[in-house]
């Protein structure tokens, strides 16, 4: 199957600054892009979905300028935590779908943010 | 609207005896099911998904699930659980085979007793 990759896999950061992650498809061009949020022992929310070269869409509640989402390429999407604060500090996992792989979503392994 | 519920956030059985995740749907539209895997601190992957073609799915690492649409369930079963099988599952819900949008159960915890 099709490889994601996200990169780092863990952070910390202090409150107040913001914090960059990336969101690979290494082996086919990911057309559309999903990021979801996981707080510790519950299920997966979706925070937005992005296709290459347009906006992203936020589901309802997400706030568009605290995380932005970027997916200039069919194999990069990256997801920006603008002034981070404490209680964003999650498990952060993007999944990807396109090219040969239409149908089926692949799953990064997650990114671990800590906000001091 | 689709949803998801899996019953028991937590299972505890045996090693080598029967595993049985539970997951009933609500979907207005025929539903496309997956049952997903995530060990500790990493994402997930996908187990088996069904798309229509056949009711009895069979998955990866000996997993498989039944579609019973009179009984809205897409239950996962494995004949002997190993130890290895220790992890959370995920059961998810999209409205169709192209869209996927998932929107996901809240996740079962599966131990195995030595």
């Known amino acids: 199957g099709a490889v994601v990759s996200q990169h780092p896999s863990w952070v910390i950061c202090k409150s107040g600054t913001s914090v960059k992650i990336e969101c690979r498809s290494l082996d086919f061009q990911a057309t559309t892009m999903f990021w979801y949020r996981q707080f510790p022992k519950q299920s997966l929310m979706l925070m937005a979905t992005s296709n290459e070269g347009s906006k992203a869409t936020y589901e309802q509640g997400v706030e568009k300028d605290k995380f932005l989402i970027n997916h200039a390429s069919l194999t990069l999407s990256t997801l920006t935590v603008t002034s981070a604060h404490p209680e964003d500090s999650s498990f952060y996992i993007c999944?990807?779908?396109?090219?040969?792989?239409?149908?089926?979503?692949?799953f990064g392994e997650g990114s671990r943010l800590t906000v001091l | 609207a689709q949803s998801v519920t899996q019953l028991g956030s937590h299972v505890s059985v045996s090693e080598g005896a029967l595993v049985l995740l539970r997951c009933n749907y609500s979907s207005s539209v025929p539903p496309y099911l997956f049952w997903y895997v995530q060990y500790p601190n990493q994402g997930l992957q996908l187990l088996l998904k069904y798309t229509s073609a056949a009711t009895l799915v069979k998955g990866i690492n000996g997993f498989e699930a039944e579609f019973k649409k009179s009984e809205t369930s897409f239950h996962l079963t494995k004949p002997s659980a190993h130890m290895s099988d220790a992890a959370e599952y995920f059961c998810a819900v999209s409205r169709n085979f192209g869209n996927e949008k998932l929107t996901f159960g809240t996740g079962t915890r599966l131990t195995i007793i030595p």
């Open positions: 999944s990807a779908n396109g090219g040969l792989y239409t149908g089926e979503l692949f």
